[in-house]
């Protein structure tokens, strides 16, 4: 069964950095892309970016490009969505999910929070 | 970029009847358009992909159709469970996938 398990919510302060992840199971992570998406409180579905643990070869969107960093980690079946300085902005749920051709498994959400 | 649109925003439905979604594409996205349900603090779920393929577990009244840029999500008869927000994605310009805005479907 394919499982993506993301990290816990997480709540930071302006200017903070921080790192979320994305285990997958129950197939062969370097075979398939990953991506991930922004939900805004109340808002749609934006895609921000993908990346292929097979080689590290990672795309961004341009809104997104320059404003998070997506890796991975063959070696534990992980994906990453890292922040090095947080904007209220980026308050929102984050889903990381499989893409093959389309997007076919998602995981359950990370709710990031931006306080001061 | 290709722009997705959806109509309308809000479609207010009863439970047994039909329901009718519209997805537009800014350009031609092929047969590469899928659609996903989600309910209140859930991920989306694929119901639909390459237009009208239904994914595994997804009931036959869902069903897909549609060419080129306009695409359509159908469910024949609502049930409880469907009151949901639906969303269409592109994944022809690859690997910049664009969802559309959502389409709530609420109890009329």
């Known amino acids: 069964e394919v499982q993506l398990v993301q990290s816990g919510a997480e709540v930071k302060k302006p200017g903070e950095s921080l790192t979320i992840s994305c285990k997958a199971s129950?197939?062969?992570?370097?075979?398939?892309?990953i991506g991930w998406v922004r939900q805004m409180p109340g808002k749609g579905l934006e895609w921000m970016g993908i990346?292929?643990?097979?080689?590290?070869?990672?795309r961004y969107r341009p809104s997104f490009q320059g404003q998070v960093t997506i890796s991975a980690d063959k070696s534990i079946s992980t994906t990453f969505l890292q922040w090095s300085s947080l904007k209220a902005s980026d308050a929102a749920i984050y889903y990381c999910?499989?893409?093959?051709?389309?997007?076919?498994?998602w995981g359950r959400g990370t709710l990031v929070t931006v306080s001061s | 970029e290709i722009v997705m649109t959806q109509s309308p925003a809000t479609l207010s439905v009863s439970p047994g009847e039909r329901a009718t979604l519209s997805c537009r594409a800014s350009?031609?996205?092929?047969?590469?358009l899928a659609w996903y349900q989600q309910k209140p603090g859930q991920a989306p779920r694929l119901l639909i992909y390459d237009i009208s393929t239904r994914a595994t577990g997804v009931p036959a009244r869902f069903s897909g159709s549609g060419s080129v840029t306009e695409f359509t999500l159908t469910i024949s008869s609502l049930q409880p469970e469907d009151f949901a927000v639906y969303y269409c994605?592109?994944?022809?310009?690859?690997?910049?996938?664009?969802f559309g805005p959502g389409t709530k479907v609420d109890v009329k």
């Open positions: 990346i292929y643990p097979g080689d590290s070869e990672t």
């Open positions: 999910a499989r893409v093959e051709s389309k997007i076919d498994f």
């Open positions: 129950g197939y062969t992570f370097s075979d398939y892309w």
């Open positions: 994605l592109q994944f022809n310009d690859w690997p910049q996938f664009t």
């Open positions: 350009q031609s996205v092929r047969n590469n």
